[in-house]
């Protein structure tokens, strides 16, 4: 049930992008709409643009972070790799649509062809292709060319604008939507609520989203690339369960004011709020001279990663790199908890597996808790071959994976060729964008 709940979301804003052909279907027999090249191609034009539309509109709405589509999308990662795949699909039918147009105006006139994707005197045919040049302008950034985090966010911010455009495009153009009414209302619904939550989100996100003030208390270096950053609140706490991870933005002269997630390392309950950063680029590189009395404005919590979700008290936990953070925190609270855990720490060498020495001496406890280390230097990279050696089996055992992706991706699909079942895997890639 818990799976079925969390694809939900897919099949949903699936179903209300392709809705619009339903209506448009309604308009006009299909013996008329394919009855010749021209207005086949006027078809397949009228369609893409209307379900492009829809989809961008989905998209928009899915970078709006917003806690409630976790439960169905089955975390905010996953969250985000809909959002791109929704963003991906409305890239390539918004330029399928112009092109679809052309070619039934070609089967006529060339120039007139060549018209429809050039300015003209027509402000209606003008806001489509300044739409179509900004969407793809922002769209190829944004999901396609690996940009630094900052930037990344920063342009992500102009889709909205891209999107506002297009809209205005399809409700002043003449088309299919001036026909129905039932059409029109259901696109201006759906872009009613893509704008509107655009706005709230960035243009009017510093006073309308949510957020928790804290104050630097202190930075502890881990290695020469890590350190753990601990809060307190300023005001009201932020309740948070083990595994969750927040955006923060830290606020010191010389550190620019940029959001990025980092998971939470504290234990659930604690007045304070520790998350550790490794430093990776230019902007976390900088935080290493992170200073006490800082303020951290953080937006949260995230995630469904945790074990309490799942019933199933025989789990293995996989940490690789950086992965290990959401892991201390579920740590903390597995005693009584009666679940029995093999943790496997991955690392490329003893001195970057910072949390070592912490994990070993919690599995002293007798609490379920068995630490596995797994150096690359000592040991190669771990397999999911091993993982059954050591653990004694897979098949009834709940596995989270959290890590760098290419880790995560090899070792989930080494888990499904020996039999485990996709709803006992559990990963958190570190990606969202």
């Not at 209300?16 to 309604?26: G, Q």
């Not at 790799?81 to 039934?104: Q, R, Y």
């Not at 179509?132 to 060319?145: G, K, Q, R």
Request: aromatic share 12%; net charge positive.
């Amino acid at each position: 049930m818990t799976t079925i709940r969390s694809n939900s979301g897919w099949f949903f804003l699936a179903l209300l992008s392709l809705l619009p052909l339903a209506f448009w279907y309604r308009i006009e027999p299909m013996s008329a709409r394919l009855s010749t090249r021209s207005a086949t191609l006027l078809s397949i034009g009228q369609v893409t643009g209307l379900v492009g539309i829809a989809m961008f509109a989905a998209a928009i709405v899915l970078s709006s972070r917003l806690a409630y589509f976790e439960d169905y999308f089955g975390g905010l990662n996953r969250v985000y790799t809909a959002h791109h795949v929704f963003g991906s699909l409305a890239l390539v039918l918004i330029l399928v649509h112009p092109l679809a147009l052309a070619g039934e105006y070609i089967t006529f006139s060339s120039r007139e062809a060549a018209l429809l994707l050039l300015p003209s005197s027509s402000w209606p045919l003008n806001l489509g292709i300044v739409a179509l040049v900004s969407l793809v302008l922002m769209l190829v950034l944004t999901l396609f060319i690996s940009l630094p985090y900052h930037i990344w966010e920063y342009s992500h911010r102009f889709l909205g604008l891209a999107f506002f455009l297009a809209t205005l495009h399809t409700f002043t153009i003449r088309s299919d939507m001036s026909r129905d009414p039932t059409l029109r209302t259901y696109m201006l619904l759906l872009s009613t609520v893509a704008v509107a939550v655009y706005v709230c989100r960035t243009a009017l996100g510093r006073w309308l989203v949510s957020r928790f003030e804290y104050r630097v208390e202190g930075v502890r270096e881990l290695d020469d690339r890590s350190i753990r950053i601990k809060m307190a609140p300023t005001g009201r706490p932020m309740k948070f369960l083990a595994g969750q991870f927040v955006f923060v933005d830290f606020h010191q002269e010389g550190i620019s004011a940029e959001t990025h997630p980092y998971s939470i390392t504290s234990m659930p309950g604690e007045a304070t709020l520790q998350v550790v950063v490794r430093s990776l680029g230019d902007y976390t590189s900088r935080l290493m001279n992170l200073k006490p009395g800082a303020i951290a404005r953080i937006e949260g919590p995230f995630g469904r990663f945790t074990y309490h979700r799942y019933p199933n008290k025989d789990q293995v936990w996989i940490a690789g790199g950086i992965g290990i953070t959401p892991f201390m925190s579920m740590v903390t609270t597995l005693a009584g908890s009666g679940y029995r855990v093999d943790m496997y720490y991955g690392a490329n060498s003893r001195e970057e597996a910072v949390f070592l020495d912490d994990l070993v001496d919690m599995s002293k406890g007798g609490d379920g808790l068995r630490v596995i280390p797994f150096l690359a230097d000592e040991h190669g990279f771990l397999t999911a071959e091993k993982v059954k050696e050591l653990s004694g089996g897979l098949q009834e055992k709940d596995i989270f994976l959290c890590g760098p992706p290419p880790m995560v991706r090899t070792l989930v699909a080494q888990f499904l060729r020996l039999g485990v079942k996709p709803g006992r895997i559990h990963s958190d890639e570190f990606a969202l964008r």
